[in-house]
């Protein structure tokens, strides 16, 4: 039962990170039906390129109320009422499903819908939050297939029945999940936005979670052109991966952002083109046979260059940075601090990980 669980789980991320062309005629039918269990007509339909479009394009004809931001799809306010109806109607099937199989509901969350929530999370809440300017992070769980999989997988691998009117709400859901990648309700218009082109990921545990990644160039591609890039699933901005400099990191705010762009350089060359100051250095007594060091970085702060306690899935251990007070002199006394210990505490720690 666990086999067919995760062939449902890698099923449905092949669909989340789908490049295909949406299936329009069939979201569209989906949407209608969703609107009329809402009381609604069913809405214009208004498609776009990307998620980009869909925030600065105000579909034809449409006059935004005045608490409504110009071009900005999350602020339409039915959205929430769509969230209403999936959620109540997740409230319904887990008073069924718990009541009747409640170790295989577990199973089933814990093979399909934790793994495929966090990458989904990972990558069309990043889409959407790239496309917003940063500003809002949150509304997007009825675009996510991870509700809809867990489902799925409890009647397909478990063999959970349901009742018609559950069957028919939860295949209107899965259509929709299967036919578009993201879409925005009105109460007049629908907005909805292709697929991107191209999708690169990472995966990053044995329960085949996965985050947007690429080394060599944008994560996410659109056929109009819009790209999102992304450093092991954070959204960057392009130059962290396709032209990292000491110079530009020194100049960026944003102290994340900066350890994605060292992090691509790697720490060693990094130090070296920045030509960092070394304070001091010492064998590390959590991970013995490697060596602490520490360095000048900059506003009263240092980097304690330290090796990963732990093998890569490339077998090989991965050399990090980790920013300490200016004040800390000593290596050691460095290392104990990012764990809130003194230098005496850390050093008595057996090998770290």
């Not at 900066?258 to 007594?285: H, T």
């Not at 602490?292 to 506003?299: E, V």
Request: overall charge neutral; some cysteine.
């Amino acid at each position: 039962m666990r086999r067919e669980a995760a062939k449902i789980r890698e099923e449905w991320l092949g669909l989340t990170l789908s490049t295909s062309p949406a299936d329009r005629p069939a979201a569209e039918a989906a949407i209608s039906e969703l609107y009329r269990l809402i009381g609604l007509e069913p809405p214009r339909f208004h498609w776009v390129s990307s998620p980009l479009m869909a925030m600065e394009i105000i579909p034809p004809g449409v006059r935004l109320r005045s608490s409504e931001t110009s071009g900005n799809v999350i602020t339409w306010p039915l959205l929430a009422r769509f969230t209403a109806l999936m959620r109540r109607l997740t409230i319904d099937l887990d008073s069924h499903v718990v009541r009747v199989h409640p170790l295989m509901d577990r199973m089933i969350r814990r093979e399909v819908f934790t793994p495929l929530n966090r990458s989904v999370a990972a990558s069309l809440e990043m889409a959407c939050w790239a496309a917003d300017g940063g500003r809002h992070s949150h509304g997007y769980e009825v675009h996510s297939a991870s509700w809809i999989a867990h489902y799925d997988a409890l009647r397909r691998a478990v063999g959970v029945n349901l009742t018609p009117e559950q069957t028919w709400q939860l295949d209107l859901w899965t259509t929709l999940a299967r036919s578009c990648h993201l879409w925005w309700p009105r109460e007049d218009v629908c907005v909805l936005s292709e697929r991107p082109v191209a999708v690169h990921t990472e995966v990053i545990g044995d329960d085949g979670e996965v985050r947007p990644h690429h080394a060599d160039g944008p994560a996410l591609r659109y056929a109009d052109g819009w790209e999102v890039y992304a450093w092991h699933g954070r959204p960057v901005p392009p130059w962290v991966v396709t032209d990292p400099s000491p110079e530009r990191i020194a100049r960026e705010d944003n102290v994340e952002v900066r350890r994605c762009a060292i992090e691509n350089i790697g720490w060693p060359d990094y130090i070296e083109r920045g030509g960092l100051r070394l304070v001091a250095s010492a064998p590390d007594p959590g991970n013995p046979g490697t060596e602490l060091q520490l360095y000048d970085l900059r506003r009263q702060t240092r980097v304690l260059l330290a090796v990963n306690g732990s093998v890569e899935r490339d077998g090989h251990r991965r050399q990090y940075g980790l920013t300490v007070p200016g004040a800390i002199n000593d290596p050691v006394a460095a290392a104990g601090w990012t764990y809130g210990l003194s230098a005496d505490q850390y050093s008595r720690l057996l090998r770290r990980t």
